[in-house]
């Protein structure tokens, strides 16, 4: 029976909008899913989407509503989720993630979710931009000038690809090499934006083994232990438990390494 | 050479609806694939759908058409297969699971397929419901009164997620709590169904890991051997052959520990 | 900044297509995704798609946009991608994938994918073929004379299966011998092709464990060494890099073993 002390506890942090305002936002925009939907087929999961959820998750300390936008969109995109996609642009925009983010998030999920879950996002958001007026002149250029590497880190990264893949197949490196010299370092993305983007799509894709690098590198970035805690918290509810409870003893062991 | 005797064998045990009453189901709802659909693109996999799925598989003894509709409700809102949706739950009405006992799975798998893949059922199940005059009165409660709980179960639980969890996020243990304090509790489905929902989920999802616990827990609410390992059978159609074969060292373990 | 040589010496291998060829071809079909929806998202996305995937990854040597083709659809497909689905349909038939090749791959991963990810493809490959005027006529029969098995090498996969399998769930064991003995066995599809489409499958959706036997089977029927190595190139950018670097390890293996 503890749910009950945890909920109050909860609720007592939460700045909670009314509940008519919380179904106007949820009904934006026109293809998405309103309060009534959710109550039609599940007055209990409409309470948990509205109360513990949008309501209590989202007003959780240790993560931001601008943080916690970012890391649903990349878990929205990285699953293919395209039905909750245009609330969570729109929300990610309202929660100060600049339309140039977005775009970044996008490209950069090309690479680690794949090409076809960046143009499922692609026919979300190109909606989502035009009804706000945002035009080109707001996203990032195709070629930019890129942040300037950290060599030493950057070499050890390369010999490690190499070492690891390049027998098996040199075009996998190659290619390894352009999504870390180039991709990464587009500057329309903080580096740590990008690794918690990172992060979260591995942990939502189930692919526990590559977070290690990834947390770490995040870490490395500003990513406190405190976000990357509640991340997962977050990604419990937008990636299922089971996705969380198979990294937990991977975070655990960063954790630990860094600390100790 | 075996298959022909195979097939022969199973249909033997087949109760076969003809072929025109089969399409016709094929057929509803409006939005669904037709068994000509099916013919223009793969005659083959029209055979394969009509006699080897629909006609031998749901026929087979050991899992009742009823739990079979759970077991694959389960594993389409797991796996986000919204175009099949439609005409399986249908089909589980049909087969005498309860609108309310649906509407129960999809707040379950909320939590255990993340939200976002209980919403794109949430948008197939209202149509359904819709079409069938279910309102919200056959719908269970937003908060009902909950079963009891096996209080030793439970400390066991909670103090292992705690000692598993709690020194990475105490979100995550927090709202782990309410999940099972909660949700599991909920009046609405049977505990041996809401575990062979959860079990199915994690089988499509490549989450053998964590099936050891929820399959152990399936078992201690009702669920037999054989019914387990038909639900395996039916799961190599609708999760694919790959996860099956991943989860069959685990599911041994756990059948052999039980009997050992 | 390794990624510019790299970029320069992968052009000089490609025959790119005019932007403007390649616009038209990236707008059909009609409910496709356009260059311009692209790059009103993001600009850089526009150019890693036109420039490094369509026009350099696709004109690689090692593996033919034949094959390539088949690679592509059967990723697609195991990630139930069905956005991007009517474009490459559309292009493995304009790269000598016949109808028949193609409605053999969606048969075949109805059960390595599951069935609803087939029925997916149907929707969409329905349209494709209406589209071109392939009538059933250029579709294989469901019931073929099936090609010659390796009756010592099935021997011992039956072996394996019902050592492994048998003891949790005959229905599995005897399934698996219908698709070993019936599926596998269907001429519409060389068995090199089978399975490229099976590791493709597997990869594309984390399962590296059951790459090696697929993997060593495909070798068997003719895949090379340089074409196994370019097919990895090739899926980290369509079904994401930690796939890919997840599968690297079992394939390392499997070419040690073979060339030891």
């Given at each position: 029976m503890k749910h009950l002390a945890t909920t109050a506890l909860l609720a007592a942090l939460t700045t909670s909008a009314p509940a008519s305002a919380q179904e106007e936002r949820r009904s934006l925009p026109a293809a998405?899913?309103?309060?009534?939907?959710?109550?039609?087929v599940s007055p209990a999961l409409g309470k948990?989407?509205?109360?513990?959820?949008?309501?209590e998750l989202w007003s959780r300390r240790d993560l931001?509503?601008?943080?916690?936008?970012?890391?649903?969109?990349?878990?929205?995109?990285a699953r293919n989720q395209t039905?909750?996609?245009?609330?969570?642009?729109?929300?990610?925009?309202?929660?100060?993630?600049?339309?140039?983010?977005?775009?970044e998030i996008v490209t950069h999920l090309a690479f680690y979710s794949g090409f076809p879950n960046a143009m499922s996002a692609v026919v979300v958001a190109k909606d989502v931009f035009a009804r706000r007026g945002i035009g080109v002149d707001q996203l990032p250029p195709a070629?930019?000038?890129?942040?300037?590497?950290?060599?030493?880190?950057?070499?050890a990264r390369e010999k490690t690809v190499r070492d690891t893949v390049g027998s098996v197949s040199q075009g996998v490196v190659d290619y390894t090499d352009m999504l870390f010299d180039?991709?990464?370092?587009?500057?329309?993305?903080?580096p740590r934006d990008r690794s918690l983007v990172t992060v979260s799509a591995l942990i939502v894709s189930g692919q526990s083994a590559q977070v290690t690098f990834h947390l770490n590198r995040a870490m490395d970035s500003g990513l406190t232990k405190a976000q990357a805690s509640e991340m997962l918290t977050h990604l419990a509810f937008y990636g299922g438990w089971p996705n969380v409870f198979s990294v937990v003893p991977v975070v655990k062991e960063v954790l630990a390494k860094r600390e100790g």
């Open positions: 998405s899913i309103t309060a009534a939907d959710i109550d039609a948990y989407t509205q109360d513990t959820v949008l309501g931001s509503p601008r943080d916690r936008s970012v890391v649903t969109v990349a878990a929205l995109i039905v909750e996609l245009p609330f969570y642009f729109e929300r990610a925009l309202d929660n100060g993630v600049t339309a140039a983010e977005l775009s070629s930019p000038d890129l942040l300037p590497q950290d060599e030493a880190a950057e070499a180039d991709v990464w370092q587009r500057p329309g993305l903080a």
